[in-house]
């Protein structure tokens, strides 16, 4: 599968996520009001929780891709198909659009009406990719729960939407950066080759 290939199915899965959290909504609110209650830009502690809970989970990764061999996170590189060629602007639409569509059918739907554990253990197995990596599995799982747990204390889907948001667009441009990085070397191993017959 090509990497477009790779991001038309995000964006398609991201839609269902977001239908389904749409008609799921219908199901178990009653009113609009209600839904809305979930959402207050104001609050600071989108700055307080969701900014500082971003920050330990990606040390947190950083900590496992220093300790632990790469096969063991590695996830066959779909996330690099999918975000190694994509300008930043995307990713920043693109990680928007992910932390938005999951944390309101995960959180504000499911959460609110199914309890943590359930909506987060759902969260994490709809990750399939990531069953036969036990590593990834049980990142996936544990960063689920602490968005899950953010909501509990908060209420407010903006403070794990902000975490969850901030946490895929750093590890995005990570892999934009290093991919853009490999391709500039490349082009001067490149063109010193070519440089070098000229200089004997």
Known sequence: MTDRDMLKQLYLTQLLIIF??????????????????????????????????????????????????SHLYDDGGINKKIFSKRSIPHIIFLTLLIAFAEEMLFRGVLQTHIGLWAASLIFAALHFRYLSKWLLFIMVTAISFLLGLMYEWTGNLFVPMTAHFIIDAVFACQIRFEHVRRDKHDEHVESREKKSPESL
Not at 53 to 68: E, N, Q
């Open 20 to 69: 389904a959290a749409a008609a799921a909504g219908l199901f178990f609110f009653e009113d609009v009001r209600d839904v809305l209650k979930l959402w207050d830009i104001r609050d600071m502690r989108i700055i307080w929780y969701g900014v500082s809970i971003a920050v330990i989970v990606i040390l947190a990764d950083m900590a496992v891709m220093k300790w632990f061999p």
